[in-house]
Nanobody, 124 residues
Framework: QVQLVESGGGLVQVGGSLRLSCAAS????????MGWFRQAPGKEREVVAAFSRRGARTYSGDFVKGRFIISRANGANTVYLDMHSLKPADPAVYSC?????????????????WGQGTQVTVSS
């Protein structure tokens, strides 16, 4: 089973950018459907962006509006989330997730492997 470790979170000003990384070990990420999810205090976990194993399906949350980009570097066995134009509504713990098979790209329960998460804070 793949192990995932996120990094890159931190404090950024409104309108700023961050790159989150999700490094994998134990298996090649190219075999997995991948997703970034986020959870703010008192709120349910929601999908930020995700893609299926071969990239045939992709999904981005309505709130993304082109600001965030998910990508995969197979050589580095890493998935990234590039976040731009960060807003006061974006702070949360961001987690990456992987699964060999998913029914949907939007349901956290469809993903089997999870990282520990990285905190993103946005200051105004």
């Amino acid at each position: 089973q793949v192990q995932l470790v996120e990094s890159g979170g931190g404090l950024v000003q409104v309108g700023g950018s961050l790159r989150l990384s999700c490094a994998a070990s134990g298996s090649a990420l190219s075999s997995y459907s991948m997703g970034w999810f986020r959870q703010a205090p008192g709120k349910e976990r929601e999908v930020v962006a995700a893609f299926s194993r071969r990239g045939a399906r992709t999904y981005s949350g309505d709130f993304v509006k082109g600001r965030f980009i998910i990508s995969r570097a197979n050589g580095a066995n890493t998935v990234y989330l590039d976040m731009h134009s960060l807003k006061p509504a974006d702070p949360a713990v961001y987690s990456c997730a992987a699964s060999l098979y998913v029914s949907t790209l939007t349901t956290p329960g469809d993903f089997v492997s999870w990282g520990q998460g990285t905190q993103v804070t946005v200051s105004s």
